[in-house]
């Protein structure tokens, strides 16, 4: 049901909008009288609680797809099962494969009266509206006082706009737009656009009540070209179908038996090699390689990682000598000195020392870590690859505890020497 009743104080000044129900229950209860057909006007003396409760309705006005409320002419709009609860409901089915110029079809709504210069949101469910060439038409429009020409126009393929979540295939959308400013109710005409591919769109509750909704969008989605369709059995095409050998699920999975997978760290590394081929040597030389190429991206990776590590460090050691320095400064200046928290100053130099002091213990297990990944990076090709592999695993993981404390040493240094500033200033 859509808030499409204006709320007037005693003025006639607009606070809100509400729902015919809504409206009704005020006018009967004597705190509201009707001033047109769909606005209403507060009593004097019901005005402060009619605001209250008016404003916190009006603090988001939802509106989803009713098949009642849209033109039927060249549309199928039909009943089908709900995907996310199982209910019978109505769905907006739109567009084909066709692939031309002008092949795409529009759905109209009817004309709906909103109030100005107020925020809605459209929200639904949509499922397909892409194809495998992404050249299609998938859009959702708002025209006031069917201007089409000025319409907002929401790209809803290729990613244009983000979903709020993803279940069974289907999409759940939440588009805001605002009405202009009028001095009275304002013609609001939607639009649905398909091109290229078919679509459908069935309606939605307030995103708040998915909340409890797990997000499950595609686990394939980087290997298709193209989203969830109800038109095919699973969603995509059978790997018997036009396009179904490369992108189905079957043809997809059987890539993956494929491959040869293996993991470093949070990593995971696929390296393929033909079901086909009659020469497993080949196979196993062509694994063999990938991985040693990318072994030796890992080191460069944990390098990189070190030399980070070296500055971090050099950071610390530089940021305990300018404190020292400003610790210099407050102890040769008398009248600093004299009006300085000597407790508070003596809490900074010892924290000082104290960092200052564990710094060659770093310093030290740097070194060695540096030492150990170029033995590491000389070994490649000759060792056995995978034993490597678990070494240097070995070593990042010690790295990432080094990285830890030293980041938490920069940390309290820095918080000190800030300590210290306060003082001199």
């Known amino acids: 049901m859509t808030k499409n009743i204006t709320v007037t104080d005693v003025n006639g000044d607009i606070i809100g909008t509400t729902y015919p129900k809504r409206a009704k229950g005020l006018v009967k209860n004597g705190r509201a009288c009707y001033v047109g057909a769909s606005s209403i006007q507060m009593s004097a003396s019901h005005a402060l609680s009619g605001i209250e409760n008016i404003s916190e309705e009006n603090s988001m006005n939802y509106i989803t797809f009713k098949g009642e409320e849209w033109l039927r002419r060249d549309v199928d709009i039909s009943f089908m099962s709900n995907p996310i609860d199982g209910s019978i409901t109505q769905a907006l089915m739109l567009g084909n494969w066709d692939n031309c110029d002008g092949c795409f079809k529009d759905a109209h709504s009817k004309i709906m009266m909103l109030s100005p210069a107020s925020e809605y949101r459209f929200v639904f469910w949509l499922n397909g509206g892409e194809n495998e060439k992404g050249n299609e ?3 959702f429009k708002v025209a006031f006082s069917s201007d089409w020409e000025n319409c907002n126009v929401y790209k809803l393929n290729r990613g244009y706009i983000r979903p709020l979540l993803h279940q069974k295939g289907w999409e759940l959308y939440e588009l805001p737009f605002r ?12 639009a649905f656009a398909a ?18 909704l797990k997000d499950e969008p595609d686990q394939y989605a980087d290997y298709r070209p193209q989203r969830h369709n109800i038109v095919f059995k699973d969603g995509w095409p059978s790997i018997n179908q036009y396009g179904g050998d490369k992108y189905s699920t079957q043809a997809i999975r059987n890539k993956f038996d494929s491959k040869k997978t293996f993991s470093f760290g949070n990593n995971n590394f696929n390296f393929s090699f033909s079901k086909n081929s009659h020469d497993d040597e080949d196979d196993e030389d062509e694994v063999a390689e990938a991985l040693i190429e990318e072994l030796e991206e890992q080191c460069d990776e944990v390098e990189n990682r070190l030399d980070n590590l070296d500055d971090m460090i050099s950071d610390i050691e530089d940021t305990i000598s300018d404190a020292g320095d400003e610790i210099d400064d407050i102890m040769d200046d008398e009248d600093t ?49 995978l034993s490597l592999w678990a070494e240097l695993e070995e070593l990042s993981s010690k790295i990432t505890s080094l990285e830890e404390r030293t980041k938490g040493l920069q940390a309290q240094a820095e918080i000190a020497a800030d300590q210290v500033s306060s003082l001199s200033a």
């Open 337 to 385: 000195v004299a009006s300085v928290n000597k407790d508070e100053l003596s809490n900074c130099m010892g924290e000082l020392t104290n960092i200052q002091a564990t710094i060659p213990a770093c310093e030290a297990e740097l070194k060695s870590y540096t030492r150990t990944l170029k033995q590491i990076s000389k070994r490649i090709g000759k060792d056995d690859t």
């Open 195 to 212: 091109g290229r591919a078919p679509m459908a769109v069935i309606p939605a509750l307030e995103p708040s009540n998915y909340k409890d």
């Open 179 to 190: 009405t202009p400013e009028a001095t009275g109710d304002v013609s609001v005409t939607f």
């Open 137 to 139: 038409i998938c859009q």
